[in-house]
């Protein structure tokens, strides 16, 4: 046999790393911050509000015996994620792992959206991915592959959304900030894949978590939404969370610059299951 494939660790499979997850005290992030831990990572938790959850989410990962830390800095303000990547890598020593989940939604239908909502969700949704992606390349260009930790010199998992791909009326801003963040991810990973880093997007469709709570929190919306979502349940940020350890260990080593669509089928065209 002659394969390159590298050999797994025992578990647990993100042991010894450290990761960063913006966005995390709370929905997707939260819960891909506190897996993460569970997988044996030590985890910087970011936020930008709300200390007490970001204080929970630490306890939380502390739980599972090891190190979490929350840094408030706002991903869209290059001194702030210049500052937060310093005191990280002052705190454990380096990251391997950037998770670039922050975002957010200002939806507004076309004619009325204000230059704030529009300049909001692209500076927090893709210029805050560019910006963390960037502190996080440097890092893993200055340490390079530690063989005892991964076979990667890093790796990067962009949050997009099934929007990178689905128009969105009524949220151009958002579509926009998701589509961009595909090609960022995608030329990125290009880029960088020599060095060893590797880029890959996770597409989340409908999870229940606080940016779309009123897409589920009533019977009708639930099940309108219903009729977008083949498999027939709302996506819960766990599963998230198990796509991204995934995509964060050395069991997806072969994985660069893809995207996984974690959506429950929500991109099949669910309109023409009896049309077309
Ligand atoms: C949005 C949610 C929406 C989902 C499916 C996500 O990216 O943030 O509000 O429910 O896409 O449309």
Redesign the pocket.
């Known amino acids: 046999m002659n394969s390159t494939a590298p050999q797994l660790p025992a578990h647990p499979v993100l042991a010894g790393q450290k990761a960063l997850v913006t966005g995390a005290n709370s929905g997707i992030g939260r819960a891909i911050a506190v897996a993460l831990g569970a997988a044996g990572a030590d985890v910087v938790v970011n936020y930008v509000v709300g200390d007490d959850a970001a204080r929970a989410v630490v306890d939380e990962i502390r739980g599972h015996g090891v190190n979490a830390i929350a840094i408030k800095a706002d991903v869209s303000s290059e001194a702030d994620v210049e500052r937060m990547f310093a005191e990280a890598i002052r705190e454990l020593g380096t990251i391997d792992v950037l998770v670039a989940n922050a975002g957010l939604?200002r939806d507004s239908a076309f004619h009325e959206m204000t230059i704030e909502q529009w300049n909001t969700v692209l500076n927090i949704n893709l210029t805050g991915q560019f910006l963390c992606a960037r502190a996080a390349v440097r890092e893993f260009m200055r340490r390079g592959v530690v063989p005892s930790v991964s076979c990667a010199a890093g790796k990067i998992i962009c949050m997009s959304?099934?929007?990178q791909t689905i128009p969105w009326a009524g949220h151009t801003n958002y579509a926009t900030s998701k589509g961009g963040i595909k090609l960022l991810m995608e030329s990125l990973a290009q880029e960088v894949a020599p060095l060893r880093i590797r880029v890959n997007g996770i597409a989340?469709?409908?999870i229940r978590t606080p940016?779309?709570t009123s897409?589920w929190n009533t019977k009708a919306a639930y099940d309108r939404l219903m009729t977008l979502v083949p498999y027939g349940r709302i996506g819960e940020p766990e599963d998230i969370a198990r796509a991204a350890v995934w995509l964060a260990s050395d069991h997806s080593d072969y994985v660069v610059g893809t995207t996984l669509y974690v959506d429950g089928g929500?991109t099949l065209y669910p309109g023409f299951a009896t049309g077309g």
Do not use: F, L, T
Request: no cysteine; charged share 0%; hydrophobic share 45%.
């Open positions: 939604q959304s099934v929007h989340p469709g409908a940016i779309n897409a929500m």
